[in-house]
Structures are given as structure tokens and as C-alpha cells.
């Protein structure tokens, strides 16, 4: 599957640095299946993120991306996981490295401006939680 799970999470996206996110995921060669603004509710963001349910940061987390709306997308190209997690650039911002999306939008760990799937597995499981197979384009 070349497919993967993005989301331009709420601080990008409240900050109106979505158009920027898309321009470069487009300009790296990533074709866009599938996109759509979501206001997940507190239960949805749980239920996205259940693999996290017994981290310490799981309310923070839940809290912050059921916050305001964000921009679910599904995202094609070869290697689709890996060369997302390569634009994305590390969890922590501050460590991302230049030229990455977390390093140039993010602001904190929590508020690190984009997400996307972290194994094939699991992106298959991501895109169903949002799109069903007639919005794949
Ligand atoms: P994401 O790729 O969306 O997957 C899980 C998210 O949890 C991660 O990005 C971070 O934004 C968030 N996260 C990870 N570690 C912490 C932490 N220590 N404190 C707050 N949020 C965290």
C-alpha cells in the first residue's frame, strides 16, 4: 500500500499555515486521495489516538486536537509511510530537522503541526477511522 494517513493538526491549521502544509506535500511529489476539516469531538480524538490511552500526555493530547478543526488527508505516493515521516521531520520540533514540516510550523511537542501514520498497519487503520473506501479517490 502507498497510501498513509496525514493530518494538519489544530495550531497549523489555526494559524492559516494550511495552504503552506499542502503547497509542499504537493510539491514533494505526494498526490492527495482524499482531504476533508474535521472539529473531532474529545471522544473521537480518544478513539483516533486509543494506543495512547495510558501515556501521561493522552489528555493533553485529546484535549488539544479535539480543540479546533483540523485537515484530514490521504496521502499517495512510493513508500507513502516513510516519506511522510520524512517531511514531517521528528515529534519534537526541536528536534526536526531543516526543511522539515515540524521543524518550520511546529511549536512544541504537542503542538507539532502535523501527524501522520507510523506503519503500514496502522495506516490502514487511520484512513479507515476517517474516509470510507467511496471518498478514495
Ligand atoms: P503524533 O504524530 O500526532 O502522535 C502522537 C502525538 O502525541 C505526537 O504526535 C505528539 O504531538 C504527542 N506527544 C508525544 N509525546 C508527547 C508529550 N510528551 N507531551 C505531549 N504530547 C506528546
Same mark, same amino acid.
Given at each position: 500500500?502507498?497510501?498513509?494517513?496525514?493530518?494538519?493538526?489544530?495550531?497549523? #491549521?489555526?494559524?492559516?499555515? %494550511?495552504?503552506?502544509?499542502?503547497?509542499?506535500?504537493?510539491?514533494?511529489?505526494?498526490?492527495?486521495?482524499?482531504?476533508?476539516?474535521?472539529?473531532? %469531538?474529545?471522544?473521537?480524538?480518544?478513539?483516533?489516538?486509543?494506543?495512547?490511552?495510558?501515556?501521561?500526555?493522552?489528555?493533553?493530547?485529546?484535549?488539544?486536537?479535539?480543540?479546533?478543526?483540523?485537515?484530514? $488527508? #490521504?496521502?499517495?505516493?512510493?513508500?507513502?509511510?516513510?516519506?511522510?515521516?520524512?517531511? $514531517?521531520?521528528? %515529534?519534537?520540533?526541536?528536534?526536526?530537522?531543516?526543511?522539515?514540516?515540524?521543524?518550520?510550523?511546529?511549536?512544541?511537542?504537542?503542538?507539532?503541526?502535523?501527524?501522520?501514520?507510523?506503519?503500514?498497519?496502522?495506516?490502514?487503520?487511520?484512513?479507515?477511522?476517517?474516509?470510507?473506501?467511496?471518498?478514495?479517490?
Amino acid at each position: 500500500m502507498n497510501l498513509t494517513l496525514g493530518i494538519i493538526k489544530p495550531d497549523a #491549521v489555526s494559524k492559516g499555515l %494550511t495552504g503552506k502544509i499542502l503547497d509542499r506535500i504537493l510539491s514533494e511529489g505526494f498526490q492527495i486521495r482524499a482531504m476533508k476539516l474535521v472539529h473531532l %469531538t474529545k471522544k473521537q480524538a480518544e478513539g483516533f489516538y486509543a494506543v495512547h490511552k495510558d501515556k501521561g500526555f493522552f489528555e493533553e493530547l485529546t484535549n488539544f486536537m479535539s480543540s479546533a478543526p483540523c485537515v484530514v $488527508m #490521504v496521502l499517495e505516493k512510493e513508500n507513502a509511510v516513510e516519506e511522510w515521516r520524512k517531511l $514531517m521531520g521528528a %515529534t519534537n520540533p526541536a528536534e526536526a530537522a531543516e526543511g522539515t514540516l515540524r521543524k518550520q510550523f511546529g511549536s512544541s511537542i504537542g503542538e507539532n503541526a502535523v501527524h501522520g501514520s507510523d506503519s503500514k498497519e496502522n495506516a490502514e487503520i487511520e484512513i479507515a477511522y476517517f474516509f470510507n473506501k467511496l471518498e478514495l479517490v
